[in-house]
């Protein structure tokens, strides 16, 4: 289990820098590249200026000898940056080389992004100064080149906190100075500053437009090649004229889509001026889901469920700037992978080649303007407008972005003031920020109409004024989820006040749940816990309320105070173990488009021999054809008994109606429970009539209680915490009144178990086992004592006294010995002391109090056979002394019949 933040260099990733000569060598800008440019990553000259001496000492002419060195571009502090963070000043210089190639035309020096204020200077000539730390910038360094020949190239960058900026998320790790890819580039002597395209599905039409610097050209004319086209299109530019817009046919156009994302590739030439771009052919609208009047999100005028996780976009080891391009395709990758259909970039305008990865391999984006912390003044607005235009500017041609989301949770947005009536100051988000608030909606619509906009991404009391999306925010716990989307159906309607401030009501918006998950519905936070049980409670609660029409799941990988990322902060594996539940379930299963759902509750107690009634609600977020309109539905009932034994209950089939959208409940199945206790999971594999696609699996699962044991089968039990000795050398306690017992360290439990074997013929020892770590929260002293987590609380994984780490790529195991009546019978390698959805018990029995108690924690089942003279010795003296013995520092927890994977106590279970 990993319970530490990750420090070292991280293997997966330092192959892949090794074999590049520098960091990040590829283009940074696929969807607007010249040929002639020279990447200047790699190694600077690097000095921090916490005086604020470099300018008096005149560091900018390049003569200065600095005493670090840095690796550009990753953000100073950084791990992969080698250096520390030390000030909030610093200087960087370099000796370059602008090539002979680039004569005769324009040479310039452009930075993805830098964080805040950046001066430039070649050769002590100063290039210019920019504000801002999320756009790239260009200076125009031609005055100054002698071509072939080393200069000094200097960059003072002033990186101290000031309340207006937009800060973000960067307590996560700071975005300290350059943090994007800095390069050359020859442009023509009049150039393309940008060039849009705006495409048409309809019409099968698409508009470019751009603007022009520097002057006319030689013949002022526009050349775009498009790929596959075998004649370039040219259009006449007036004379004096600096902006234009045209439009050209794209006859049978391949539309982008999730499952084939075409991109056009193609070629923009202004005279002596070449730039290599791309678009796309899609849609982005609003669309009714079909058979309804609910309005969903629509990609190429066909509703869309969206089903996308919040992305930090960080790493651990640089920060805001990742490793290698690889690394950045497989964000993109991994969310394919488990079905998810977008993400949003949360609280920062993200890396060019990232949302290059999303455009070519298919996956939507939602796209943040980060925040301020300070109050809304006239400087946070300032500075909010010049990013939000440039944002839209640079990334106007990625089709993947569907939607731009001006504001977060009402952050920076409120404003103190004295109430008159109470005499206290209170930070109120005031009307005439409310409206400063919908005019930044409008200034995204005026920049791109052919987008989503979104104003307030809503939490915590504050609503949405003007937005093209209805969002909401809401963490609960898995059990809550049914009772808060039935309010959430009730309030959603056109003319609505419900999540709308005053003055401001609902149209007929799509309405999604923008971010969800548990972490935050527990007192506190989660920590590090199993993120799957209470997910599969809220896939299951969402399905049946297509009223919503998507939702976004915190998040897509840990971070340094929340740990309930699909992946770990570097990007291994955490595993739910579905799969070992229902045989053939994946991940991706609670992101099927076709879904079965059993509701809400997804474990339940019953009574053996009962009759139990299942939920059947079918939903289908597509337009599948099946040419006979049936489902077919398999059904199988099998689990693990109260005496350790894998039973096969019984199995069946259903025939549904389907339509393509259908959003239908079903006559419940009525199923019989078996007669002995255990844990038993009734598995749903929804197939085609035929059986040859399967669309998706579901499961459910049931505690079975007053039960019988099997003929001639006889057991003695005792619970967990019903031991006759225990020693630890760390610590030793239990778990929920002692459903489950812990030792740390090295030790021993001991059980004395008092029966008579009845005439038994065999017999076992019977016990769910698992090695035990000492975590955090565990220990003396682990209260969390910086509670600021939207700055990046400092604390570890298992620190909050709800988490328990998932279970992941990291093992902690666990070499147990056990003895019988003083004889050792058995050494048993406990692999780890997991947590997961398997954790069944340990989660079905948490108490619904908004905390949490070692949920998701389970064992490994053990059986260990009894000698014919183990048995006569139980026969002759009433008892057997069993104990369980750990000597190599791994611990040990034992686990009672309410608590972990199976429905037994530790037992000796006996058969005639």
Not at 234 to 253: L, R, Y
Not at 844 to 872: C, D, F, W
Request: net charge neutral.
């Amino acid at each position: 289990m990993k319970i530490t933040f990750i420090s070292s260099f991280l293997v997966l990733f330092s192959f892949g820098l090794k074999a590049q000569t520098i960091p990040l060598p590829e283009h940074p800008r696929p969807d607007f590249e010249r040929t002639d440019w020279v990447n200047l990553n790699g190694k600077w000259e690097f000095e921090f200026d916490s005086l604020s001496k470099g300018d008096d000492q005149n560091w900018s002419k390049g003569t200065a000898k600095f005493s670090k060195t840095i690796n550009v571009p990753f953000p100073w502090g950084a791990p992969l940056s080698g250096v520390k963070d030390e000030a909030d000043i610093a200087w960087y210089q370099k000796n370059i080389t602008v090539p002979e190639s680039f004569k005769n035309k324009r040479s310039f020096i452009t930075i993805g992004a830098s964080d805040w204020e950046t001066t430039v200077w070649l050769d002590g000539n100063l290039l210019g100064k920019h504000q801002g730390g999320y756009t790239p910038f260009s200076f125009d360094i031609t005055p100054f080149v002698k071509y072939g020949s080393a200069q000094k190239l200097v960059i003072k960058v002033d990186d101290k906190r000031r309340e207006f900026t937009l800060y973000g998320k960067q307590g996560y790790g700071n975005a300290r100075g350059i943090w994007q890819t800095i390069y050359l580039e020859a442009r023509g002597n009049s150039f393309l500053d940008y060039v849009h395209f705006t495409p048409d599905i309809d019409q099968n039409k698409i508009k470019v437009s751009g603007e022009i610097i520097g002057g006319d050209s030689k013949d002022n004319v526009l050349k775009i090649k498009v790929k596959d086209r075998s004649e370039a299109l040219t259009f006449s530019v007036p004379k004096g004229q600096n902006m234009f817009e045209f439009t050209f046919d794209v006859p049978n156009a391949k539309l982008w889509t999730l499952e084939n994302p075409y991109l056009y590739e193609t070629e923009v030439t202004w005279g002596d001026d070449v730039v290599k771009t791309y678009f796309a052919m899609r849609k982005i609208s609003v669309a009714n889901l079909p058979g309804t009047d609910i309005p969903y999100v629509a990609l190429n005028n066909k509703p869309i469920y969206l089903q996308l996780t919040l992305d930090q976009s960080y790493h651990p080891e640089g920060f805001y700037t990742f490793p290698t391009d690889e690394f950045m395709k497989n964000e993109i990758q991994l969310c394919k992978n488990i079905g998810l259909n977008g993400l949003r970039t949360h609280i920062k305008v993200d890396v060019p080649r990232k949302l290059y990865w999303a455009d070519k391999l298919g996956l939507l984006v939602m796209a943040d303007l980060p925040n301020f912390w300070g109050e809304p003044d006239a400087q946070a607005q300032k500075e909010s407008e010049f990013t939000l235009r440039q944002m839209i500017r640079r990334d106007y041609n990625h089709p993947a972005i569907f939607s731009w989301i001006v504001f977060n949770e009402t952050w920076g947005l409120r404003t103190k003031v004295k109430n008159e009536t109470t005499g206290k100051v209170e930070s109120q988000y005031l009307p005439k920020t409310q409206n400063w608030v919908a005019s930044m909606y409008y200034l995204a619509k005026s920049l791109d109409q052919t987008r989503l906009a979104e104003d307030n991404s809503i939490c915590c009391g504050a609503g949405h004024t003007e937005t093209d999306i209805n969002s909401w925010h809401e963490y609960l716990p898995g059990y809550e989820w049914e009772a808060h989307m039935q309010k959430i159906d009730k309030g959603t309607y056109p003319g609505s006040s419900f999540h709308f401030e005053k003055g401001f009501t609902q149209g007929n918006q799509p309405m999604i749940n923008s971010e969800c998950g548990n972490v935050w519905g527990y007192d506190g936070s989660t920590g590090d816990v199993d993120w799957s049980y209470d997910y599969h409670r809220m896939m299951n609660t969402f399905r049946v309320h297509p009223k919503m029409s998507g939702w976004l799941y915190t998040e897509h990988h840990d971070v340094i105070n929340e740990w309930n990322g699909y992946w770990r902060f570097d990007r291994t594996m955490k595993y739910t173990g579905v799969g070992d539940l229902a045989k053939g379930m994946t991940d991706k299963d609670f992101h099927s488009l076709v879904y079965l759902s059993n509701g809400q509750d997804i474990t339940h107690t019953v009574k053996a021999n009962e009759e139990v009634s299942v939920p059947i609600f079918v939903s289908v977020m597509e337009d599948i054809n099946m040419v006979d309109k049936v489902f077919l539905v398999e059904y199988t009932l099998e689990g693990v008994n109260q005496i350790g034994n894998t039973v096969k209950v019984g199995e069946g089939k259903l025939n549904l109606p389907f339509e393509p959208w259908m959003q239908k409940a079903f006559d419940p199945l009525k199923i019989k429970m078996p007669e002995t206790n255990g844990v038993y999971t009734l598995t749903f594999t929804l197939k085609d009539s035929k059986g040859g696609t399967v669309y998706h699996k579901n499961f459910v699962s049931f505690v079975v209680t007053d039960g019988k044991l099997p003929a001639g089968v006889s057991i003695i039990e005792k619970a967990a915490n019903a031991y006759s000795d225990a020693k630890w050398s760390l610590k030793k306690w239990e778990v929920m009144g002692g459903k489950k017992v812990n030792g740390a360290g090295n030790g021993s439990f001991t059980y004395t178990f008092e029966g008579k074997s009845s005439g038994a013929k065999s017999g076992y020892l019977l016990m769910e086992l698992g090695a035990k770590e000492l975590f955090f929260k565990d220990r003396a002293g682990s209260e969390i004592k910086n509670t600021d987590y939207m700055l990046g609380a400092k604390a570890e994984p298992s620190q909050n006294q709800n988490s328990y780490p998932m279970t992941d790529e990291k093992k902690f195991p666990s070499n147990l010995k056990v003895f019988v009546d003083g004889a050792l019978v058995k050494t048993v390698t406990l692999e780890d002391d997991p947590a997961d959805h398997r954790g069944i018990l340990s989660w079905h029995n948490q108490l619904q109090n908004r905390k949490l108690s070692e949920a998701g924690s389970y064992g490994y089942m053990v059986k260990i056979p009894l000698t014919k003279a183990q048995i006569k010795t139980l026969d002759k003296t009433g008892k057997l002394s069993v104990k369980l013995n750990v000597d190599s520092g791994g611990g040990l927890a034992v686990y009672g019949k309410e608590f972990g994977r199976y429905a037994f106590d530790p037992s000796i279970v006996l058969v005639k």
